[in-house]
C-alpha cells in the first residue's frame, strides 16, 4: 500500500504565501505522476499543477507565476509553494501521486486534503 500525509494548509491574508508539502510512503517502486488537485466549496476537483519525472511542469491558467511544483525524488514528496494568495484559491488541496509498487502493480493514491483558507 501506498500513503500519502499532506501539511502545510491554514488561514492566510491576500497576498500571503503557503508552502504545501504531501510525503509518500510504502511499497514504492517508482514514481510518475505527482500532482497537485483541489476543490472548492460547490465546485468539481481541479488539477492545479503536475510535475513529470523529467522535471517538466504544467499548471492550470489560474495559478500561472503565482504557483511553484517541485518534488523530492529522494524522499518521495512534492510540494506546492503557493504566493501572491487570493480568496479564490480558498480550497481543500488534495495532492495525487501514481506510480509502480514493488510488486510491479500500478497505483495511484490520494492525500487527506488540507484546507487553505485566504481571507482578511
Known amino acids: 500500500q501506498v500513503h500519502l500525509v499532506e501539511s502545510g494548509g491554514g488561514l492566510v491574508e491576500p497576498g500571503g504565501s503557503l508552502r504545501l508539502s504531501c510525503a509518500a510512503s510504502?511499497?514504492?517502486?517508482?514514481?510518475?505522476?505527482m500532482d497537485w488537485h483541489r476543490q472548492a466549496p460547490g465546485k468539481q476537483r481541479e488539477l492545479v499543477a503536475t510535475?513529470?519525472?523529467?522535471?517538466?511542469?504544467h499548471y492550470a491558467d489560474s495559478v500561472k507565476g503565482r504557483f511553484t511544483i517541485s518534488r523530492d525524488n529522494a524522499n518521495n514528496t512534492v510540494y506546492l509553494q503557493m504566493n501572491s494568495l487570493k480568496p479564490d484559491d480558498t480550497a481543500v488541496y488534495y495532492c495525487?501521486?501514481?506510480?509502480?509498487?514493488?510488486w510491479g502493480t500500478g497505483f495511484g493514491s490520494w492525500g487527506q486534503g488540507t484546507q487553505v483558507t485566504v481571507s482578511s
Open positions: 510504502g511499497t514504492i517502486f517508482s514514481i510518475t505522476a
Open positions: 510535475i513529470k519525472n523529467d522535471g517538466n511542469t
Open positions: 495525487f501521486v501514481g506510480g509502480q509498487t514493488d
